[in-house]
């Protein structure tokens, strides 16, 4: 604790020392409810920390996003500190539904770094453009090649190694660019083994094994149209997940696309742009590695969505409006089978997502005024349709009898923000209302195991919309030396759906304490904050910080589950001539407001110093970067609050890599 609050002192201390001698940096967009990850204008997804990132490691790198661990792949993001049943994630605007009832396949499993150009994050009902969410949105961009570049061929490649778990890793790109055409792919592979916590012991079932691959073509029609089909395959094999009861044979996910845009040079329509799109996913999850189980569980799902996505903006003198057509229709299904130990015999079939249909269709209206050089008024809504049917009704009527076998919701959403820009200040004041129906497994789920609290799962046809009311607020301040950003938003969450024991029923998993039936409180409060800063001490010497802290409680005043404590992230850049230096330390204080009703327990306080440098050479007119770094350089045993079942972190881990660019 003594380590933490220097820390924390020295990044006050920094802040105040900051305010005496400024710097000019980068513009960051102030966009009511958008969050612009840091280093958004990379040409690749990378940290200053790390070149070979996952989605997942930099998008941890937002002050408002965080990660439930269960393994060393796929974490679930939690977008202002809710779970992924209360945000939207989605790929250039496709939904994409998981098929694991675990959801150990969030969306952001199925591309990799190297594809992807940017992410973007909107806050809170400002990210209602795709559908109905509460916490807001993450939609993973693709990288695009534009027309007729003077170079027609370019692209990188990448290899490293991390020595922790010997995770290898290969990942390319190449692109072709022509006045007419333009044709761009990428693949990558990474393998790892199991990884050895602070206490250098091996964390059992913790390796994994990842292959992706994608494909766009792009064809122009016109001066001012295009047509262009995309193509992302991404399998799975071999994954671990040492918080869980069992692991992953196969998990493998199709997505494509095909979209038209046509540009328009006169008149207040600017942009028309029209995508269909179809994506199927198969999660096979199963405990043929686990021989101490007494009984043997299969959990396959999949999950088949098509859909269409077409927007338009127009634009007017200080005036500009998106509209944007959402509809897509999903199938899920998710099926338990349950051996004794002679895998011969089955003893046990069920549907724990029996063959669920969700429709939906939603027209969004995003506007921007710009009243003045120094202010601008963003507001907007949405209403959305949401449609259930489920085949196989007879499961949920053991639990609620006579429950409609089909469910028909209106979702309506609202928001509005005023910014204010004045000389280096900047301010802006927002507010939204939204409402989002319960997810496949919150509405129809049959005895889904949660191993956290060790509880079997049961879904509610008949439960209420969710609704949020939200408030957000920032203020910054920027100069030629330094910058400051502090941003706060509060929900308050209607009919939060969330799970509570059941009095009836007896648990299907031999590892089951009991049954909980989801259910809806009264309400929940959520109340996040954060603050940013930049500094550059010298010419080559950055320095940036950010502290979060976040309190969410039900309506008894108990805390509500994976609620990140405060927290800080610290870290120094330093260049000179073809050399990069970084260092950072990063850490959570104690985890005090946890809660044990939902499984939780108290976690203490950590703090992990990392270093990386990173060299810049030429060959034959090539360049490259190699890079050498360490995580966790203290080889520190920690855990955190959003670590399931309090499984370690990964000890100290050297890494290095090497990119050609041509």
Request: aromatic share 14%.
């Amino acid at each position: 604790m003594k380590e933490q609050l220097t820390l924390i002192c020295l990044f006050i201390g920094l802040l105040a020392n900051a305010q005496d001698t400024p710097k000019e940096k980068d513009s960051i967009p102030v966009l009511l409810g958008e969050v612009h990850l840091i280093k958004i204008l990379k040409k690749q997804l990378e940290t200053e920390m790390k070149m070979s990132v996952s989605v997942d490691e930099y998008l941890a790198s937002s002050d408002n996003i965080s990660f439930i661990k269960r393994g060393a792949y796929a974490w679930e993001p939690l977008l202002n500190n809710m779970n992924t049943e209360r945000s939207i994630i989605t790929i250039d605007g496709m939904h994409i539904f998981g098929a694991c009832t675990d959801k150990m396949d969030p969306v952001t499993s199925y591309v990799e770094s190297n594809n992807l150009s940017k992410i973007d994050v909107k806050s809170g009902q400002s990210g209602g453009q795709s559908g109905a969410t509460v916490a807001g949105s993450i939609d993973l961009k693709r990288k695009s090649t534009p027309f007729g570049l003077a170079k027609k061929w370019n692209g990188n490649y990448q290899s490293g190694f991390e020595f922790n778990n010997k995770q290898f890793f290969n990942l390319g790109n190449v692109a072709y660019s022509s006045d007419k055409l333009v044709a761009e792919g990428s693949i990558s592979y990474r393998k790892a083994e199991n990884y050895s916590d602070g206490n250098n012991n091996e964390v059992n079932h913790s390796q994994f094994k990842k292959f992706n691959t994608s494909l766009g073509l792009a064809y122009k029609t016109s001066e001012l149209s295009s047509l262009k089909v995309d193509a992302i395959f991404d399998m799975a094999k071999d994954v671990g997940y040492p918080a869980l009861p069992m692991d992953l044979s196969l998990s493998r996910a199709i997505i494509t696309s095909a979209s038209y845009k046509q540009l328009f040079e006169e008149g207040m329509l600017r942009v028309w742009d029209t995508k269909v799109y179809f994506n199927a996913v198969e999660h096979n999850m199963d405990d043929t590695t686990r021989p101490e189980n007494l009984v043997h569980m299969d959990m396959p799902g999949w999950s088949t969505t098509y859909g269409l996505v077409s927007k338009v903006n127009l634009h007017k003198a200080n005036y500009s409006l998106e509209a944007q057509l959402n509809a897509y229709n999903n199938l899920s299904i998710a099926e338990m089978r349950m051996y004794p130990q002679d895998r011969s015999e089955r003893t046990m079939f069920a549907y724990s997502w029996p063959w669920v249909t969700t429709r939906y269709a939603g027209l969004s209206l995003n506007n921007r005024w710009d009243i003045s050089e120094k202010s601008s008024l963003n507001f907007g809504g949405s209403l959305g349709v949401n449609y259930n049917h489920s085949k196989y009704v007879d499961f949920n009527w053991i639990f609620h009898p006579g429950a409609p076998q089909e469910k028909t919701r209106f979702l309506p959403s609202l928001y509005g923000g005023y910014t204010l820009n004045l000389n280096q200040f900047n301010f802006s004041l927002g507010g939204g209302y939204g409402q989002r129906a319960p997810s496949v497994s919150e509405g129809y789920g049959y005895y889904i195991y949660n191993s956290f609290d060790r509880y079997d799962y049961i879904g509610n046809p008949n439960l209420e919309n969710e609704t949020s009311y939200e408030l957000n607020a920032s203020a910054g301040f920027k100069n030629k030396k330094m910058s400051l950003q502090a941003k706060v938003n509060y929900f308050y969450i209607r009919n939060y759906i969330i799970g509570r024991v059941l009095s009836m029923g007896s648990p299907m998993n031999y590892q089951s304490i009991g049954v909980k039936g989801y259910t809806s409180l009264d309400y929940a409060t959520l109340f996040n904050f954060s603050i940013n800063a930049d500094y550059s001490i010298l010419k080559d010497l950055h320095w940036s910080g950010t502290l979060t802290y976040a309190r969410a409680q039900d309506d008894n005043d108990g805390n509500l589950p994976f609620i990140r404590p405060l927290s800080y992230q610290t870290s120094l850049h330093y260049s000179y001539q073809k050399f990069e230096f970084q260092t950072s330390v990063n850490g959570d204080f104690e985890q005090i407001n946890y809660s044990p009703e939902y499984g939780e327990d108290q976690t203490p306080s950590y703090s992990i110093w990392n270093l990386s440098a990173n060299y810049t050479f030429h060959i034959n007119n090539y360049k490259a970067v190699v890079e050498v770094g360490a995580e966790n350089i203290f080889n520190e045993y920690y855990s955190t609050y959003a670590d399931w079942g309090n499984i370690p972190r990964m000890g100290r881990n050297v890494f290095t890599s090497l990119k050609f660019k041509f």
